[in-house]
């Protein structure tokens, strides 16, 4: 029989296990702190347990972790790009980038996706699982350990489609931001969509606190069916309806995500679409020139193209951002390590 993955477990999953033992309820709350604290990574560092309870411990649970395999650091701005191995040997990416506000980290949420989005690199072999709870917030951990650092906000953009994974990524927002734990603020964390509707409804109920940001790429059906086939589920009309009921229900602003890809998405009369359909809502725009990867052909806008959709948007009354572009020499985008791991030649 498989053992428990007990950093997946909530504190009071933990307290009803460690009574179950016939352990006193302290130990519970010494043995989250060792997880979600300290980051132990194995039951010999918990040196305020008995030997004997640490052997029963690893005999009853597992402890799942984030082993690094490959590093790359950014010359230019110090971004971190990590290729993790899991304990069943897959990989998985995840970047931690510097900001004047502290350190982000960016998160996979599971190995590979199948949402096959035409531009990116992480959905090309499809999703092989998703990640536990356990393993989004390892990434973390590990990176927080390898450089010394408190992380103060996270942005679940790496790969895989967060609500494709649903449970598990919501257990994972309990984990991070509880107190006995890493203790995390929920508005310091967003959640990246590429649009699952159902989904995002049933995250309205939830009254969240953290940032929904949806992967819009195109202002039409005829251009974002083209780009991420997702949109043949749900079209653009009933995912800008439920993101209105969103931003209206929850008080939140949404952060759409459009990448810009020359000749595809970024012509003047793009930017009139989006605009109209934006139109009054609860949001802001955030322009991210297209990252290239070999394993398809789309061209990045240029900076002008960039900066004058940027421009006409403005115009129309919607903010905009343009993502400053981070690790631009290690190829921070996600997908690419872990797709030519062995192949290093090639990076
Ligand atoms: N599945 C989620 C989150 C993962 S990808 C989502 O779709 O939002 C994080 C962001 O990177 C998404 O906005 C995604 O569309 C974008 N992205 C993927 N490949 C890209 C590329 N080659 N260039 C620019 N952005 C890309």
């Known amino acids: ?26 130990r519970a709350g010494q043995i989250y702190s060792w997880l979600h604290k300290q980051f132990a990574e194995d039951f010999s560092e918990m040196t305020n347990l008995s030997k004997d309870l640490r052997t029963k411990l690893s005999e009853q649970f597992e402890i799942k ?49 199948n949402m096959k989005c035409s531009f990116c690199a992480s959905t090309i072999d499809g999703c092989v699982r998703n990640l536990t709870p356990s393993e989004m917030l390892s990434q973390i951990y590990a990176i927080s350990k390898d450089n010394d650092i408190r992380v103060s906000h996270i942005v679940l953009m790496g790969m895989g489609e967060p609500l494709d994974n649903y449970d598990n990524v919501m257990k994972f927002m309990n984990l991070i931001t509880n107190e006995d734990g890493q203790n995390i603020s929920a508005r310091h ?19 969240p606190q953290f940032t929904l940001s949806v992967s819009l790429h195109a202002p039409n059906d005829e251009i974002r069916s083209r780009i991420m086939p997702v949109n043949k589920a749900w079209n653009t009309d009933e995912l800008l309806a439920v993101c209105r009921e969103y931003t209206e229900t929850t008080s939140r602003r949404i952060s759409f995500e459009y990448a810009m890809m020359s000749g595809i998405n970024d012509t003047d009369e793009c930017a009139r679409e989006l605009a109209s359909k934006l139109k009054g809502m609860l949001c802001h725009v955030n322009l991210i020139p297209a990252n290239e990867v070999r394993e398809n052909d789309y061209k990045r806008s240029s900076s002008e193209v960039v900066e ?40």
């Not at 498989?2 to 009574?19: H, P, R, V, Y």
């Open 308 to 347: 004058a959709f940027a421009k006409k948007l403005e115009s129309y009354g919607l903010t905009v951002t343009v993502r400053r572009s981070l690790g631009g020499d290690i190829n921070a985008s996600c997908g690419q390590l872990r797709r030519n791991r062995g192949k290093e030649e090639r990076l």
């Open 1 to 26: 029989m498989q053992n428990t993955d007990i950093k997946s477990m909530t504190l009071s999953e933990l307290n009803d296990a460690i009574k179950e033992l016939g352990l006193p309820k302290f």
């Open 65 to 113: 972790n984030c082993t690094i395999e490959r590093k790359l650091v950014s010359s230019l701005d110090g971004t971190i790009k990590y290729l993790f191995k899991l304990n069943d040997g897959e990989f998985v990416e995840s970047v931690l980038m510097k900001y004047k506000y502290g350190y982000s980290v960016c998160i996979s949420t599971q190995v590979g996706c």
């Open 189 to 207: 964390i967003s959640i990246s969509t590429c649009g699952i509707v159902p989904k995002i409804k049933e995250l309205i109920k939830l009254h």
